[in-house]
């Protein structure tokens, strides 16, 4: 065998990698093996890259190898151990972009080296290539500058000279009309690069075209659908780095982007259904967040940690409801701790209701609570644990606003038609909120002045511990 050959079994291995890999995460339970599978047939793909360009070419920049490897790997380590799990959506956010980019500027540098005189291929091989580098553009800046914008709509804004500005919300109708004049003029420029390969204007006016596509494609869309939109970036990263494979003839780079790709678009069908929302919808229409917040006009009287818990005590079934509230304040364990004492001190059956929008990405709930060790036969997903709620007696519902609002089913408002947790079904309703303010819909929550809701006002972690705290010396 050729030394040559070599190279196919090293990306056929990691092409094997990458498809058990995601196997393994579409559970929790074996989702953190399914990431170090990834990960080693990443590291598989880059090694056997690496000596492909050693072999072929002879002359491989070991200098600029190592330092960009060892470089993106302290920062990737640096980034995994500063951020918290309530930051986790920013940062996944902010990776689809840089994946996106690094397959534009792939892209971008085997459509240099034709400007700066290379010899161009021919024929159908020309056509090919200059159609695979102007999608990788396209969907690659696009991706960028979207996921950059989704970052700092998760995150609420950004602080410029001491001053927080929050990141707007803004998608008149005419504007749908400007982002289909812009995917016109990208294709239009992909098409006049394939009779002009060596003009630089292309490639500029692509750039600026995409980027600017991104902004606007974001823009408009509100806090409810950006689960919706992380796994929508996600999946055009894959497909960026999936063009990019066809133009540097890199298998496993198609492989691997393609891979991500249709995962993630079956993600995000997904995500849409659970919002009962059509992909175009969330893209072309304004929602769940146009920045008009209702006015609160209703009070409530909250509760104390010792009233609940005698309301606690003696109750045979228990939801837990956690929403993006139990994720800023990392209370997690603490919530764990409740479901430990009460099934051991009242022998009270315990489940976490899942809703596949709660949190600021998918399976942001399952992460959190998998993090402190909930079982998972304990995680049930909405459609499964709704018939539940008649025949429970308390529901916990830490922090979750929009995905319990049972505005929903009204038909009317920014949540219209949005599945929800039937929390209010329950016999006893006990919400952990820091205040009555509405959730990124904008949208009042009328479980909250329900007669059999009791509201524990603070924070997450610090009202958990009160109620742990009451339910011992019960």
Not at 165 to 186: D, E, H
Not at 278 to 300: M, N, Y
Request: charged fraction near 15%; proline fraction near 4%; hydrophobic fraction near 50%.
């Amino acid at each position: 065998m050729e030394i040559r050959e070599w190279t196919s079994i090293g990306y056929l291995i990691a092409a094997a990698l990458f498809i058990f890999g995601l196997k393994k995460l579409g559970h929790p339970r074996t989702a953190p093996k399914g990431n170090q599978l990834g990960a080693m047939g990443m590291l598989v793909a880059v090694v056997t890259t690496i000596l492909d360009m050693q072999l072929a070419e002879g002359d491989a920049e070991w200098t600029l190898i190592l330092a960009g490897l060892i470089i993106g790997s302290l920062i990737g380590y640096w980034m995994a151990v500063k951020v918290e799990m309530t930051g986790m959506p920013e940062l996944v956010a902010l990776f689809n972009g840089f994946g996106g980019a690094a397959s534009a500027l792939v892209a971008l540098s085997e459509t240099w080296r034709y400007i700066e005189g290379t010899a161009l291929p021919t024929g159908l091989q020309l056509t090919v290539t200059m159609v695979a580098a102007g999608l990788s553009a396209l969907v690659g800046w696009m991706t960028l500058t979207g996921s950059l914008l989704a970052m700092l709509k998760l995150k609420g804004g950004v602080e410029l000279f001491g001053k927080w500005i929050k990141t707007p919300t803004w998608g008149p109708s005419w504007l749908n009309g400007v982002k289909i004049l812009l995917i016109i003029a990208a294709f239009g420029l992909i098409y006049y690069g394939i009779d002009n390969p060596t003009d630089k204007n292309v490639v500029f006016g692509l750039i600026a075209v995409s980027s600017l596509l991104g902004i606007l494609l974001v823009l408009p869309i509100g806090g409810a659908d950006m689960p919706v939109v992380v796994s929508l970036l996600n999946s055009l990263s894959g497909i960026a780095a999936a063009f990019t494979g066809f133009i540097i003839n890199n298998s496993v780079l198609i492989v691997a982007g393609s891979l991500v790709g249709a995962s993630g678009l079956i993600l995000t069908f997904i995500m849409c259904k659970a919002m009962n929302r059509t992909l175009p919808d969330v893209l072309f229409k304004a929602f769940g967040g146009s920045g008009e917040k209702e006015s609160l006009t209703r009070t409530k009287v909250g509760s104390d940690a010792d009233e609940v818990a005698m309301m606690i005590d003696g109750a045979q079934k228990v939801i837990i409801v956690p929403g993006y509230g139990m994720a800023v304040s990392q209370c997690q364990h603490q919530v764990k701790e409740f479901a430990d004492l009460i099934a051991e001190k009242f022998d009270t059956e315990v489940y976490y209701a899942i809703h596949p929008v709660a949190g600021r990405m998918p399976g942001h709930m399952n992460v959190l609570l998998a993090e402190a060790n909930v079982p998972y036969e304990q995680l049930i997903e909405m459609d499964e644990i709704n018939p539940e709620f008649p025949d429970c007696d308390v529901a916990l519902v830490i922090g979750a606003n929009d995905t319990t609002n049972p505005a929903a089913r009204t038909g009317e408002g920014p949540l219209a038609g949005m599945p929800i947790i039937d929390a209010d079904q329950a016999r006893t309703v006990v919400i952990i909120k820091r205040s009555l303010s509405v959730g990124y819909a904008g949208v009042d929550n009328d479980l909250f002045y329900m007669d059999k809701t009791m509201m524990m006002f603070g924070d997450g972690k610090k009202m958990m511990t009160e109620l742990n705290n009451a339910i011992k010396e019960a």
